[in-house]
């Protein structure tokens, strides 16, 4: 017989997801799992349910096995559902993700005397409430936290549509002791850690990395200063040795960097890191879920980025108007992104794995501009991607949003999906977003046309 471990059993639980399409370009709990390692340091037993998890046999024989890649991208298992009530769209909805009745048999074996349920989106709230709910009928007694962007962004809508006993917000640290301590369980100790639990299962595929922590820009569109109150340096040498550590345990060759902005204060972080990879000649890939800003992406950096094995380039190139820039996020010049292309080729990227993402769906944003930035960016032979805005709440443009859409968007986070474009009106209808996304693909496809 094995031995009965006496520590206290932590259960950390990524829900599954509601929406219409999803794509794993690299989706990872790292938050909850930088928590669940600090926990582990702490003395707890930590268990992880991964309501994501693509290669989970039992579901992927009903709902059939998805299509993965080399590079740890993929889709995830779907199952069609009715579109939520008061939602009206031609595209289907889905609910991607392990089967329901296999969660509660992980959480159930689990076992846990306390539970941590992690949220993104605003819009997938639907599966933080079926893992909650799912925690709650089966250990009605024991304390469930919710965290992440949903629960951040909006706390109360969280709490009440959740059912969980806690929505941490803000720094998380001292609302976990607080809440540990009230129960009697084991506070955790020191800083919570920069390196995530190490799991096989979630890191063999694609690692995540992370040099700098939040962004020194404050975009009227996003979230990124609400969640990360301030912009905090990264280490090369911490960075390094979380990524020697999952290539030493798993073998993990593909990495993405979840770097809000990853080429910020360079000569002290990524210069160094890639520096390091260079040297360690470790035949690694990474890449880029998050744009990088066109303004530091200087030659050095482009060299050392194709040397140390980056696989594409992706940049937040927004919009070619300079009106919107004064208007939202002050981050533009004039040549950056012809200056940027030239270097990246030089550096030995072709222009088919250079992306620029252009903005289109703002609040009161004319199709014409985004039509004209989406020709101006395609015009140097990359490729071009249309991010359709989702309203954010809390972030600048939320009044505006709320002031200008059809749909009550502070009572109900579904409207907030950019998949069935809440901001839509008469210079900026759904013909015009189609429109605006079948030239991407035209362009795309013949590049510099
Ligand atoms: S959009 Fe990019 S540059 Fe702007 S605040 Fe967000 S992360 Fe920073």
């Not at 979380?242 to 073998?251: D, V």
Request: one cysteine or more; a negative charge; hydrophobic letters at 35%.
């Amino acid at each position: 017989m094995g031995n009965i471990s006496t520590k206290p059993r932590l259960l950390l639980f990524q829900p599954p997801i509601y929406d219409f399409a999803l794509f794993d370009l690299f989706l990872k709990p790292y938050g909850l799992l930088r928590l669940g390692r600090w926990f582990e340091e702490s003395g707890y037993e930590v268990f992880f349910v991964n309501g994501l998890d693509y290669n989970d046999k039992e579901t992927n024989s009903l709902l059939g096995k998805p299509r993965r890649y080399s590079n740890g991208t993929g889709k995830f298992p779907r199952m069609r559902i009715p579109l939520p009530h008061g939602v009206d769209s031609e595209r289907s909805f889905g609910r991607y993700g392990v089967l329901a009745d296999i969660l509660k048999r992980k959480v159930k074996d689990a076992n846990p005397d306390i539970i941590f349920v992690t949220s993104g989106m605003t819009y997938w709230y639907k599966g933080v409430v079926e893992a909650v709910g799912i925690c709650k009928e089966l250990f009605p007694e024991i304390p469930v936290l919710t965290g992440g962007i949903y629960a951040n962004l909006m706390p109360d809508h969280c709490k009440v549509s959740t059912g969980a006993d806690y929505v941490v917000t803000g720094n998380a640290e001292e609302s976990i002791k607080t809440v540990f301590k009230a129960h009697s369980l084991p506070v955790p100790t020191g800083e919570i850690p920069k390196g995530p639990l190490m799991l096989e299962e979630v890191w063999k595929d694609a690692g995540v990395l992370r040099l700098n922590e939040g962004c020194p820009f404050h975009c009227d569109y996003c979230a990124s200063d609400l969640l990360c109150k301030k912009f905090i340096k990264g280490n090369a040498e911490i960075a390094f040795e979380a990524l020697l550590e999952m290539h030493g345990r798993f073998g993990t060759s593909n990495f993405a960097f979840y770097d809000d902005a990853l080429l910020v204060n360079s000569e002290q972080s990524i210069k160094p890191f890639l520096e390091l990879i260079i040297q360690k000649d470790l035949q690694l890939k990474f890449y880029l879920p998050n744009a990088v800003h066109l303004q530091f992406l200087d030659k050095d950096t482009a060299f050392l980025m194709k040397r140390a094995g980056f696989q594409e380039i992706r940049l937040g190139y927004e919009s070619s108007s300079r009106d919107f820039h004064t208007d939202y996020d002050d981050k533009f010049e004039e040549d950056d992104l012809f200056r940027v292309v030239e270097t990246l080729e030089s550096a030995g990227f072709s222009k088919n794995k250079i992306t620029a993402y252009v903005l289109g769906g703002l609040p009161s944003q004319q199709w014409k501009d985004v039509e004209g930035s989406i020709k101006t960016a395609a015009s140097t032979g990359i490729r071009v991607s249309l991010a359709e805005y989702s309203p954010v709440p809390r972030t600048p443009l939320w009044g505006k949003s709320m002031e200008l859409c059809s749909f009550p968007l502070d009572k109900e986070p579904l409207f907030h999906n950019n998949s069935f474009f809440p901001m839509k009106w008469d210079c900026y209808t759904l013909e015009n977003m189609k429109y605006l996304k079948s030239l991407v693909q035209k362009l795309n496809m013949d590049p510099g046309s």
